[in-house]
C-alpha cells in the first residue's frame, strides 16, 4: 500500500510553546487529508479534513486557532500545535487519500507530551 | 451521527480463532472497515466491507455484516502471536465517504 509517513513520532514540549507535526504522503498525492486524536483507551477522533489548496473543515469542538491546520501541497500536510497545554498531551494521527478512493493510508502517529 | 462501538479485551490462544465485534448506529455508511495498529505503528487497513455485503473473506480474515442488527465482526482464523494488537471498526460520517470515525479499539492478546 502507500506509504504516509509522519513525524515527529514523539515530541515533549513545554507548556506554552507550539509544536509543529508533519504528514507526507510518499507515493502518491494526497487530496485529502484527515486528522485524528486519540486519548488512551478512546477512540479515534476526526479534528479535521483539508483538501488541498482549502482551508481545512474542524469537527465540532475543535478549536481552529489552536490547532492549525496547512495543506499546501499535495503531499504535505502539518498539523500545529499552538500555545499547547498539559491536556493537549495525545496521541495524534494523521492519514491521507487520494481522491474518493475507499483506502486512507496512516501515518505512524506522534505522541505529543506537554510539560 | 455516527457512533461505532466495540468490546475493548479479547484474549485467545494461539491457533484459536478470534472474533472481534463491533456495533454502530449510522446505517448509511457504504463502508465498514477494519484496522490494526500495532505497538507504536500507523493504522494498517486490514479488509473493508461493502453495505450490501453480508460476508467477505480474505484468507484467514472474515468479515460479517449483519446490516439488520447493525453489527460487524472480524474473525481471524488461526491466530498467531504476531496478530495482537489493537482493532479498529470504522465507519464513514460524511456523505463524501472520506471520512471515517473510529470504535475505541479491541485489544487482541495471543498467547501461546
Known amino acids: 500500500g502507500a506509504v504516509v509517513s509522519q513525524h515527529p513520532s514523539r515530541v515533549i514540549c513545554k507548556s506554552g510553546t507550539s509544536v509543529k507535526i508533519e504528514c507526507r504522503s510518499l507515493d502518491f498525492q494526497a487530496t485529502t487529508m484527515f486528522w485524528y486524536r486519540q486519548f488512551p483507551k478512546q477512540s479515534l477522533m476526526l479534528m479535521a479534513t483539508?483538501?488541498?489548496?482549502?482551508?481545512?473543515?474542524?469537527e465540532q469542538g475543535v478549536e481552529k486557532d489552536k490547532f492549525l491546520i496547512n495543506h499546501a501541497s499535495l503531499t504535505l500536510s502539518t498539523l500545529t500545535v499552538t500555545s499547547a497545554h498539559p491536556e493537549d498531551s495525545s496521541f495524534y494521527i494523521c492519514?491521507?487519500?487520494?481522491?474518493?478512493?475507499?483506502?486512507?493510508?496512516f501515518g505512524q502517529g506522534t505522541r505529543l507530551t506537554v510539560v | 451521527g455516527e457512533d461505532v462501538e466495540q468490546s475493548l479485551f479479547l484474549s485467545v490462544r494461539e491457533g484459536d480463532s478470534s472474533v472481534i465485534n463491533c456495533t454502530y448506529t449510522?446505517?448509511?455508511?457504504?463502508?465498514l472497515y477494519w484496522y490494526k495498529q500495532e505497538p507504536g505503528a500507523g493504522l494498517q487497513l486490514l479488509t473493508y466491507i461493502f453495505s450490501n455485503m453480508d460476508m467477505k473473506q480474505d484468507q484467514r480474515l472474515t468479515v460479517l455484516l449483519n446490516k439488520k442488527d447493525k453489527h460487524l465482526s472480524l474473525r481471524i482464523a488461526d491466530t498467531q502471536t504476531g496478530d495482537s494488537a489493537i482493532y479498529f471498526c470504522a465507519g464513514v460520517i460524511n456523505q463524501a465517504g472520506t471520512a471515517l470515525i473510529f470504535g475505541k479499539g479491541t485489544t487482541l492478546s495471543v498467547s501461546s
Open positions: 483539508s483538501n488541498e489548496g482549502s482551508k481545512a473543515t474542524y
Open positions: 492519514s491521507g487519500r487520494q481522491g474518493l478512493n475507499t483506502e486512507a493510508f
Open positions: 449510522d446505517s448509511s455508511s457504504t463502508y
